[in-house]
């Protein structure tokens, strides 16, 4: 029974965790006084790997959505900011008005709060899913694209429920009964604990049969439509999924900035999620992890040297940068980096066994 | 089991089937052929809820199913091997013939989807030596072994092929009519739409003649098989030879 169902990499999942939870530890144990950033040579901090975290949910489900379903998705920001507001309002506005005493102030509010978000935003997905996923190529990213921006502008309406353009403060820590999920040591392991799992599970619909169907539509929709898949309902799962992932990150940066507002949540962004997913290589739910990272540490080294080397200040020209790096990315490396290095470690050691006389299988 | 009457269908804003009436019997392989734009491909992809049908009826196993869509009438039991094979070319052959299971998952179980496996990799034992291997990498008589093999993976009482020669050796498309053979002796009835008359004749009880989007003839297999008029147009036996070279 084994033909069918392929088995995810155990040992990938257990060892990249193992790596993530030692660097974890160095700030908690502080060995020889070294902290995290040190090991990074101050480039990486505890913050930025959170960052790094809490953007590898929402790129998994990208990956999803666009490496295996083939459907584009310009407006992603969307999503995540609707998790993140969905957290933000319902933690600060019930306790503030008052609203449900003695289920508002306690620890698992929050939890339901995220949930809340994950349901409200995937029912959402669901609802424009069905209209929006039969366009198709530039349309489909044109759509996707006016959803982020009508998303992003609500969001800086309403000021009584959103606090419009100045957002919403003093968003509560989460918790676990008495255990605060706070200092940031500690979230860290929060973060990338689901992050990891979100992994785990995207590899493994991915081997299953709607991943099988996912990658069907993307290589051959109406081959896929006529052995029996039901092609506009498996993209509409994919785009499902794809935002309650991205809403599960948006609660968990809200709890983490402690608060949220339209600013990080713009057109921007949504572009630095394709980058971040085109980089990690779109069929490739290992490297979302890698991709994210990989434009973390590119911009904040543009922020932070940029300004001594070419004497310019703002954040304009990093645009410029993710524009030419997603060109360069796609004619040079189409499956994006972490699956082309794989792919040039392979032929190299062939090469190699090849010369010394060893054969290899 | 399967009955059309006076089925049109439109090519965008070209009428490609006028009217057509066939019918297909259980367990019988039945024939369509007829040369280039006939419209038989078109008749295929109406049956099977591609091309949408106007006007006319189509009547599986006592159901119409006109208008359904494609993955509906797959569940019902009509599975069609695309012409040009149309496989996931960038997935491998094991989770393309998956794929034709993709509907029975749920119904029938994973063994019953193991146990058909094992009976196309015992008609097509080159498809088990090449399992782990990309479709797209697949030489042209092995696609269309797959493409058979994933049709009929879905189980289907009815299974449509689409010019299953096309583009094919003659040895290999010869394997494909034997393996069609072995597929109607499984309970599967057959409807093909061939241009190769010679080979499909051969292998159908039953055939029908296209022309123009209409059925002009249509009988036994060994009726037509000795037609003149078939001989002359479809099986290249003509008595005279032709006064001018066709186009």
Request: net charge positive; aromatic share 8%.
């Amino acid at each position: 029974m084994k033909r069918i169902r392929s088995h995810g990499n155990a040992i990938g999942v257990v060892l990249f965790a193992a790596v993530i939870a030692a660097l974890g530890a160095v700030d908690v144990f502080r060995p020889f006084g070294l902290r995290f950033s040190d090991l990074t040579g101050r480039i990486v901090t505890m913050d930025t790997m959170i960052r790094i975290g809490i953007l590898t949910i929402v790129v998994v489900g990208l990956n999803l959505l666009m490496g295996y379903a083939g459907q584009i998705s310009l407006g992603q920001a969307g999503f995540y900011a609707l998790g993140a507001y969905a957290s933000g309002i319902l933690t600060t506005l019930a306790a503030r008005h008052g609203i449900l005493p003695g289920i508002a102030d306690t620890w698992w509010w929050a939890w339901l709060a995220m949930i809340a978000g994950m349901i409200l935003t995937g029912g959402f997905a669901y609802l424009v899913g069905r209209p929006i996923l039969r366009l198709k190529g530039n349309y489909l990213a044109m759509a996707t694209l006016g959803l982020g921006f009508i998303i992003n502008i609500v969001s800086g309406e309403f000021p009584g429920l959103t606090g419009g353009n100045d957002g919403l403060t003093e968003i509560p820590r989460l918790r676990i009964g008495g255990f605060a999920l706070w200092p940031m040591q500690r979230y860290y392991f929060l973060v990338w604990g689901m992050a990891i799992l979100v992994i785990v599970v995207a590899v493994n619909i991915v081997n299953s049969r709607v991943g099988r169907a996912l990658r069907a539509i993307h290589t051959n929709e109406t081959a896929a439509g006529t052995s029996g898949v039901d092609t506009e309902r498996v993209k509409v799962q994919a785009l499902v999924i794809s935002a309650v992932l991205a809403s599960l990150a948006g609660s968990l940066y809200a709890h983490f900035q402690s608060a949220v507002s339209p600013n990080p949540f713009g057109f921007t962004v949504s572009v630095q999620l394709v980058t971040m997913a085109a980089v990690g290589g779109l069929s490739s739910i290992w490297g979302a992890p890698f991709g994210v990272a990989t434009l973390f540490v590119i911009s904040d080294l543009l922020q932070s040297r940029m300004e001594n080397v070419l004497h310019i200040q703002g954040g304009g020209y990093e645009m410029i940068l993710y524009g030419i790096l997603l060109v360069l990315i796609m004619i040079f490396l189409p499956a994006g980096v972490t699956t082309s290095g794989v792919e040039w470690v392979r032929r190299l050691r062939r090469r190699w066994a090849r010369s010394s006389g060893v054969e290899t299988v | 089991m399967l009955k059309l009457e006076k089925v049109n269908a439109f090519y965008g804003r070209i009428q490609a089937l006028r009217g057509i009436s066939l019918h297909v019997a259980e367990g019988e392989i039945v024939a369509v052929i007829g040369s280039n734009g006939a419209g038989k491909s078109t008749l295929l992809n109406t049956i099977s809820g591609m091309i949408p049908a106007r006007g006319g009826q189509i009547v599986f196993a006592g159901r119409p199913i006109a208008g359904l869509p494609p993955e509906k009438i797959v569940r019902l039991g009509i599975s069609q091997v695309p012409e040009r094979r149309q496989i996931f070319s960038t997935m491998s052959v094991m989770d393309n013939l998956i794929l034709g299971a993709y509907h029975r998952y749920g119904r029938d179980g994973r063994q019953a989807v193991e146990r058909d496996l094992d009976f196309v990799f015992e008609i097509f034992p080159r498809l088990q030596e090449r399992i782990g291997q990309t479709a797209g990498t697949l030489s042209g008589g092995e696609q269309q072994m797959l493409a058979l093999g994933r049709g009929w993976m879905a189980k289907p009482r009815l299974l449509l092929m689409d010019e299953p020669s096309l583009g094919l050796a003659p040895l290999m498309a010869r394997e494909i009519f034997r393996v069609s053979g072995r597929l109607r002796e499984r309970g599967t009835t057959i409807l093909v739409v061939e241009q190769n008359a010679h080979a499909a004749l051969a292998l159908a009880d039953r055939a029908y003649v296209m022309e123009e989007g209409q059925v002009v003839l249509e009988g036994k297999s060994s009726d037509l098989a000795s037609d003149q008029r078939v001989q002359k147009a479809y099986l290249g036996k003509a008595t005279t030879p032709p006064s001018s070279p066709s186009p």
